[in-house]
């Protein structure tokens, strides 16, 4: 079983940047694939970016293309989101989540471990 703890959250201003963290403990990640979620008070969570097992496959959702950069490093066995450009529509508690093996995925129930959120604050 893997657990995960995301940190580097805060409040920025808007056209800031924060870089997020997901580091793992229990197993290495070198096998999950990982991703980044987001929930916005009265929202539902939806997934803002994913990165397959050896980081060859990636996923982004529409509103952050191009801002938003997700990268792994096995050695750490950790996960970053690089988010640039923020907006305050960006403001969210951010959650990692985990799956073994499989493919990425935008879908919550593609993931089996999930941390417990760091919350993101984008100022106007």
């Known amino acids: 079983q893997v657990q995960l703890v995301e940190s580097g959250g805060g409040l920025v201003q808007a056209r800031g940047s924060l870089r997020l963290s997901c580091a793992a403990s229990?197993?290495?990640?070198?096998?999950?694939?990982i991703a980044w979620f987001r929930q916005a008070p009265g929202k539902e969570r939806e997934c803002v970016s994913a990165i397959s097992r050896i980081g060859d496959s990636t996923y982004y959702a529409d509103a952050v293309k191009g801002r938003f950069t997700i990268s792994r490093d096995d050695a750490k066995n950790t996960v970053y989101l690089q988010m640039n450009s923020l907006v305050p529509e960006d403001t969210a508690v951010y959650f990692c989540a985990a799956v073994y093996l499989r493919s990425p995925t935008p879908e919550m129930k593609g993931y089996d471990y999930w941390g417990q959120g760091t919350q993101v604050t984008v100022s106007s």
């Open positions: 229990g197993r290495t990640i070198s096998r999950y694939t």
